[in-house]
C-alpha cells in the first residue's frame, strides 16, 4: 500500500540520518575541515529532497536525535560562517567574492522570494530588524542591496564576536548599504521597548531550536511589536526538519500574529521555509 510505502520510505530515511548523526558526534571538532564538509554536505543530500517524513511524529529516540543533530547543524553552521566571514574580509574587495561560500545561492534566493512575498503586504518598509544575524550577515546584506534600498536594518545576534565580524564584512561595502546597517548584541528576550519602531522583523531559523523556544521567542516579539508590523518567521518543512526547528502555525496564532502567507520552497535553490505574519490589535483578536 502507499501507506506501507511512505513508512519504509521514512524508516530508510531516520536510519540513513540517524547513521550521519552518529558520525557527526563522533567528530573531534565541528570546524570546516574536509571530513565535516564531507558529512554535512551528505547530511543536507539526505534532508533537502521532498519527504512524506512529519518530525512531529518520531518515536522518542529519533526525535532526542533530532534535536541533538539540529544542535550540532548550529554549532556547524556558525562555524562555517564565522570561517568564511573571516577569508572574505581579508580579501581586498570581499564583497566581489561572496559566491565563495557554499550556500551563498540559497540566501540569495532565500532573500528573493521573501522579499517578493513581504512586497504583497507591506510596501517599503523603513525600518527593519533581524535577528540572529550571525557573523555572515548575508539576509539582510543582499535585503540592503539588492531588494529595500531605502530600508535601515538593526541586526541582532546574542554573540558580540559575530558581530563584529559582520561589522568588518560590511564596513566593506558601499556606503549607501554600510550606511543603513547596524549591529547590536542581544537575546531576544532582552528586546522590548525597541522592537515597537520595525515595520518587519526577521527571525533567523536558528533562533530557539526547540519548539518551546522558538515559541516563546514568538511570543516574546508578538508581546513587544508594533500593531500591523509584520513577522517573517524561517521555519523547515518536510526532511529539512532534522536541519532546523519547526515554526508551529498555532505558536504564530498563540502570538498574536495572523498567517499572512506560508512558503515551504521545492528544489534545492532553497532549504528554509518561512511564515510572514501580521501583529494583531488585542482586541481584533479578542472578537475573531
Known amino acids: 500500500s502507499d501507506m506501507e510505502a511512505e513508512n519504509s520510505e521514512v524508516a530508510a530515511l531516520v536510519e540513513k540520518i540517524t547513521g550521519l548523526h552518529a558520525a557527526i558526534s563522533k567528530?573531534?571538532?565541528?570546524?570546516?575541515?574536509?571530513?565535516?564538509?564531507?558529512?554535512?554536505?551528505?547530511?543536507?543530500?539526505?534532508?533537502?529532497?521532498?519527504?512524506?517524513?512529519?518530525?512531529?511524529?518520531?518515536?522518542?529516540?529519533?526525535?532526542?536525535?533530532?534535536?541533538?543533530?539540529?544542535?550540532?547543524?548550529?554549532?556547524?553552521e556558525g562555524l562555517l560562517e564565522a570561517h568564511y566571514s573571516d577569508m572574505l574580509t581579508a580579501l581586498d574587495n570581499p564583497l566581489d567574492h561572496l559566491g565563495r561560500f557554499p550556500y551563498f545561492d540559497n540566501y540569495i534566493n532565500l532573500s528573493k522570494l521573501e522579499h517578493d512575498?513581504?512586497?504583497?503586504?507591506?510596501?517599503?518598509?523603513?525600518?527593519?530588524?533581524?535577528?540572529?544575524?550571525?557573523?555572515?550577515?548575508?539576509?539582510?546584506?543582499?535585503?540592503?542591496?539588492?531588494?529595500?534600498?531605502?530600508?535601515?536594518?538593526?541586526?541582532?545576534?546574542?554573540?558580540?564576536?559575530?558581530?563584529?565580524?559582520?561589522?568588518?564584512?560590511?564596513?566593506?561595502?558601499?556606503?549607501?548599504?554600510?550606511?543603513?546597517?547596524?549591529?547590536?548584541?542581544?537575546e531576544v528576550a532582552d528586546l522590548t521597548a525597541e522592537l515597537g519602531a520595525y515595520d518587519v522583523v526577521f527571525l533567523a531559523a536558528l533562533v530557539g531550536m526547540t519548539s518551546e523556544e522558538k515559541a516563546d521567542a514568538i511570543a516574546h516579539l508578538g508581546k513587544h511589536m508594533a500593531d500591523g508590523a509584520v513577522l517573517v518567521a524561517r521555519s523547515a518543512h518536510g526532511a529539512r526538519a532534522f536541519?532546523?526547528?519547526?515554526?508551529?502555525?498555532?505558536?504564530?496564532?498563540?502570538?498574536?500574529?495572523?498567517?499572512?502567507?506560508?512558503?515551504?520552497?521545492?528544489?534545492?535553490?532553497v532549504f528554509n521555509s518561512f511564515i510572514v505574519a501580521r501583529k494583531v490589535k488585542i482586541s481584533q483578536e479578542m472578537s475573531a
Open 243 to 269: 536541519l532546523y526547528p519547526v515554526v508551529e502555525l498555532d505558536d504564530i496564532g498563540r502570538g498574536g500574529f495572523q498567517v499572512l502567507a506560508v512558503h515551504h520552497p521545492a528544489g534545492d535553490e
Open 117 to 186: 512575498l513581504l512586497s504583497g503586504h507591506v510596501a517599503a518598509p523603513a525600518h527593519v530588524a533581524f535577528i540572529g544575524s550571525g557573523p555572515l550577515p548575508f539576509s539582510s546584506l543582499f535585503l540592503a542591496t539588492y531588494h529595500l534600498p531605502d530600508t535601515r536594518f538593526d541586526n541582532y545576534d546574542r554573540c558580540s564576536v559575530a558581530n563584529g565580524r559582520a561589522r568588518k564584512l560590511v564596513g566593506a561595502a558601499d556606503e549607501g548599504v554600510r550606511a543603513r546597517m547596524a549591529f547590536h548584541t542581544a
Open 27 to 76: 567528530l573531534p571538532s565541528l570546524s570546516p575541515s574536509p571530513e565535516v564538509d564531507a558529512l554535512f554536505t551528505e547530511l543536507v543530500a539526505a534532508c533537502v529532497p521532498s519527504s512524506p517524513v512529519d518530525v512531529t511524529k518520531l518515536g522518542p529516540e529519533a526525535q532526542e536525535m533530532r534535536q541533538d543533530l539540529i544542535r550540532l547543524c548550529s554549532a556547524a
